[in-house]
DNA sequence: CGCTGCGTTTACAACGTTGTACTCAGCTGG
DNA sequence: CCAGCTGAGTACAACGTTGTAAACGCAGCG
């Protein structure tokens, strides 16, 4: 039944309910022959602990909530999947919250949602501000997923953003390109991984000695298949378009792929085009897309280890920076043609 | 803070307890000039309520599962965030599932999980055997997309699967095609979705008077890229191979339309392709992909509609089975060449 | 002036769990 | 033979909320 409780068990299993208790929970010394009677009682009752019960009494609920700024961008689908999988092997439950990217909503979930049922929260900020988060005052336990910034007090998980782009970028130029755009550059205020993204780009160039055109690196107002194209649209009006792009997610660069066909241009031969994120859809686009590829589980084990360890440790102890890998992965949309 | 409680707030307004708790719920008559002073002493303090203490009381707890196959596929997570967006409309928070596709966990799930937190669960089912179903013992509240059996006691949200299939068969019949194949048919039982689907195929080859070429339906295993690859793989194989393929889902389609690209098929003059599900991708794919387009949207808010009616009803209420719409997109796949 | 009735507010007891402090029996050692 | 100890089990209170039932103040009426 779903509503057997301890008073059930320990009735018949003839002890009190504070001995259920212990052998739930196994941390008290209870005598082997009085537990093996208990745990009959539990398996015939069929017992289920009642966790708000169990919430309000230890103000632990078990339940983690991961905020990302849209559950259907692939990336984000992908990463969630993998937090779910690391949290349920550590024994604890995801509640997934779609920020839609707003600031305010991020804002809003960074300062414990609106309900203190949850332990933690894993965010994974777009927008948000970091003076606003620098200041927040209630402090639920915190981690930041794949940002970084030296301001905002919380643990962070990330890749090394800049040098995924510039081994991104040096694969371009290996190809003999040099005429290398990049799609992704944000038009209103960056946030830390598009800056670093960007950065490992520049380094690229420099250390290859190719001059940096502004006019190779359009605005973007979001991470998506819609802005991609358009930005591809703008690159090809250019008098002297590029021979490559380097795109800061996977979803730009469908877009960019799929406006180079339209215009009768032939990847890689005429483009060749490189994404970020290695979502599964790039496997099996035409051409398949050569991208970054971070180590997506990887990344959801070290934040939610770090979730749980900060939640035991108190807001007090000091902040930790992860680093979970990435490989570049070359397919067909840069490999040398025949 | 955080721990405010309904005692900080009564302290400051200077009334009971239980004032506060009618005010914060507004469900008994409280003066207004009481009200008034509650209410900032709520503003105050940052008052917000404890969700465990009041499912503890109450027995609701205000978030309900749904439980999908396999979160990364994007037509789930395009559903996952319409549930999540429709729950938060009525006030009730998401907890996601991952059922990985396995019958244990579908049944696991549609017993009550392991936790009585939960209000309700709203079931995506792929192998969930029916007789279990049937005879389950618990009875959480139950809603189930996308599924169609009479045997099973629950409510069902679904769309007419069949129709659908039909309408998409009778495009490609449309374009002149008459060896059509079809990708997704399973090569173990057969569940709900499929049956219909293949229903509407063969419907609609049997209405055109074009006979059914049981080779023009090779096995998968799983709705994935790399399934539907694999079967458009075989289907090239035939002497006499296909001019035009249906496949079950995008995914598949996806595949499908990666090896007619290897194999120098254009698409859709040699090969009309055409899916179900209608995720983003699908806009973007090379060519864009024509496919049968279910109102996810309605899909999310009938089932979470039916599930919170279902929760206040009791088990005893007689089950609904509810329709939402769908709608053939015929894009550059199908399109007639020039 | 007391009684009735109404609208508003309150005291109290739960909901199921766990931490603290206790009891109790049996055993050890002096 | 008893003090002291240990290991096993228990009683009680509390976590924050809400339903029930009762109390309160006030107006109107007899």
Redesign the interface.
């Known amino acids: ?3 057997t409780r301890l008073k059930d068990v320990a009735e018949r299993a003839g002890v009190s309910i504070k001995t259920v208790s212990n052998v739930v929970r196994g941390e008290t010394r209870v005598a082997d022959r009085t537990r093996e009677r208990v745990l009959r009682a539990i398996a015939d009752l069929d017992y ?6 169990r ?2 009494r230890t103000g632990r ?1 078990g ?1 983690i909530a991961l905020a990302v700024p ?3 961008a ?1 990336y984000f ?2 990463l ?2 993998q937090v ?2 690391a949290a349920k092997k550590r024994g604890c ?6 920020t839609g990217g707003s600031a305010d909503e991020e804002l809003r979930i960074a300062c ?1 949602l ?4 949850i332990d933690g929260v894993l965010l994974s900020p777009l927008r948000l501000d970091e003076q606003a988060l620098a200041a927040r005052e ?1 402090r ?1 336990p915190l981690v930041l997923l794949g940002e970084r910034s030296y301001e905002i007090p919380a643990d962070h998980v990330l890749i090394d953003n800049s040098a995924a782009a510039r081994e991104a970028t040096d694969h371009l130029l290996s190809l003999g390109r040099r005429r290398i755009a990049v799609i992704g550059q944000p038009s209103g205020p960056a946030h830390a991984t598009t800056v670093q993204r960007m950065h490992g780009y520049l380094t690229a160039l420099h250390a290859a000695g190719v001059p940096h055109d502004p006019r190779l690196a359009p605005d973007t107002r979001a991470f998506t ?1 819609a802005e991609g ?1 358009t930005a591809m649209r703008a690159l090809l009006t250019l008098d002297d378009p590029p021979d490559a792009v380097f795109c800061f997610n996977d979803l730009l660069a ?2 960019a ?2 406006v180079a ?1 339209e215009h009768g241009l032939r990847v890689p031969h005429d483009l060749a085009v490189a994404g970020f994120d290695d979502v ?2 790039s ?4 051409p ?1 897309l050569t991208t970054v590829a971070p180590d997506k589980r990887g990344i959801a084990e070290l934040a939610v280890d770090a979730l749980l360890r900060r939640i035991d440790a108190g807001a007090m102890a000091p902040h930790t920076r992860l680093t979970a890998g990435y490989e570049l992965v070359v397919r067909e949309s840069t490999r040398a043609t025949g």
């Open positions: 039944m779903a509503g289920q602990p009642n966790a708000s019960a919430h309000l609920s339940i849209e559950l259907v692939p689908a992908e969630a999947a779910i999988a439950t995801v509640l997934i919250e779609d414990g609106s309900d203190p049922l209630r639920v298949r194209a469908s877009g792929l799929r066909h599964e859809e496997r099996y686009s035409v398949s």
